[in-house]
């Protein structure tokens, strides 16, 4: 059985690639298609593609294996596949809403109506995170082709199905807020989305000791303190780091009631800054060593510490 997949963007000279069983190979005019999709700058990579508006796009084709498994993150309901949530990985690791259209088992009808074409604003940190690696093809391209992505997310999606995994994050239901959190959309709704996130994930690691009303009692930013040592994007919570976190938090709740930031300036990079770490618990919840490309780190430190 083979399906036609929208969207998917393949690594510099690599033509396919396999995850779970699922073999994602390039259409026969990859290139016109490639081009065909939203590019925010002129890239010159295997192709040279100039910026334009984009839009969707079949760019590969999905061979099933022969016998597909269940879904285990029930994005749409109990009877999804495997498919289904390499699609959202996919989606999340490269930047695009990668899907396919008339599957019976994603319960929706009008999926390529409603499909967002742009590239995903947030993520680069995630994205990143999956280390590059480059298998040789002799006598051809002197780069090879990169399998690094292919073999990260093939452990990626192992480390998800193992049931560990699915206990200790309640089904991986944080990756599918992520995808609506990561998209192409202002700085406000994606911050608050953001900060969803880390609402949940404190609930996942605490409802075996905590009862509901306990964790909704606790106060915000004593949650944020708690997954940023969880997370190891900080040691330990001092006096000054305690205050820093109250500052987002209030930032929040003025956002929630006011539907803005406060005020311009500082604000707006301590919003961003909390996107990113966003990326950062989210890549060391899915086994990966995060990626600094942005400077999360050091921003972090410099945040915590003033």
Not at 23 to 47: G, I, K, P
Not at 133 to 158: C, M, Q, W
């Amino acid at each position: 059985m083979r399906k036609e997949v929208y969207n998917l963007e393949f690594r510099s000279n690599c033509s396919e690639m396999t995850i779970f069983g699922y073999r994602f190979t390039r259409v026969d005019d990859y290139r016109d298609r490639l081009a065909s999709l939203q590019h925010l700058v002129t890239v010159s990579s295997e192709f040279k593609i100039r910026t334009n508006a984009g839009n969707n796009a079949v760019t590969a084709y999905v061979e099933f294996p022969e016998r597909e498994e269940k879904s285990v993150l029930r994005r749409y309901g109990s009877d999804n596949t495997a498919l289904s949530d390499i699609l959202l990985l996919l989606s999340l690791f490269t930047g695009r809403d990668v899907f396919t259209v008339n599957d019976a088992q994603d319960g929706f009808s009008n999926r390529l109506a409603i499909a967002d074409p742009r590239f995903y604003y947030w993520g680069n940190e995630l994205r990143d995170s999956i280390p590059f690696k480059a298998h040789p093809i002799p006598n051809d391209e002197p780069h090879g082709y990169e399998i690094g992505f292919e073999e990260g997310l093939n452990r990626v999606y192992s480390l998800v199905r193992s049931e560990d995994w699915q206990r200790k994050y309640k089904e991986g239901y944080f990756l599918i807020l992520a995808n609506l959190a990561l998209r192409q959309q202002p700085l406000e709704t994606a911050f608050l989305q953001c900060w969803t996130i880390w609402e949940h994930l404190f609930t996942v690691h605490n409802s075996r000791w905590l009862s509901l009303e306990q964790i909704e009692r606790l106060s915000s930013y004593e949650k944020i303190a708690f997954l940023l040592v969880e997370y190891e994007l900080r040691g330990e919570i001092d006096k000054n780091a305690r205050g820093k976190i109250k500052t987002l938090s209030d930032i929040r709740n003025k956002l929630t009631h006011s539907g803005r930031f406060p005020v311009r300036g500082p604000v707006y990079d301590d919003a961003a800054l909390f996107i990113r770490w966003t990326e950062f618990i989210m890549a060391k919840a899915l086994g990966l060593s995060p990626s600094n490309v942005l400077n999360t780190k050091e921003k972090s430190d410099d945040f915590l510490k003033a």
